[in-house]
């Protein structure tokens, strides 16, 4: 288990992301602080904000679990 903390900018002008990528992870569980929208999924083709909820986790199943799972 890897954890990592990323704490706010002082200077949200000077923020920059990531490229737009896919997890290799089998599961990554994140949880979104500070109502800031920040996280990204890519849905029919267009990227989309995901909207934090509050005392909750999200759940990202990542490349190698969905190679796991298609091979049901």
């Not at 490229?19 to 029919?44: C, F, M, W, Y």
């Amino acid at each position: 288990m890897r954890m990592n903390y990323y704490p706010p900018c002082p200077q949200p002008e000077l923020v920059m992301g990531l490229n737009p990528h896919s997890d290799a992870d089998a599961l990554t569980l994140l949880l979104q602080v500070n109502e800031i929208e920040g996280l990204q999924i890519r849905k029919d083709r267009m990227w989309v904000l995901v909207k934090p909820l509050p005392n909750a986790f999200v759940v990202n199943i990542g490349d190698t679990m969905e190679v796991i799972l298609s091979r049901g």
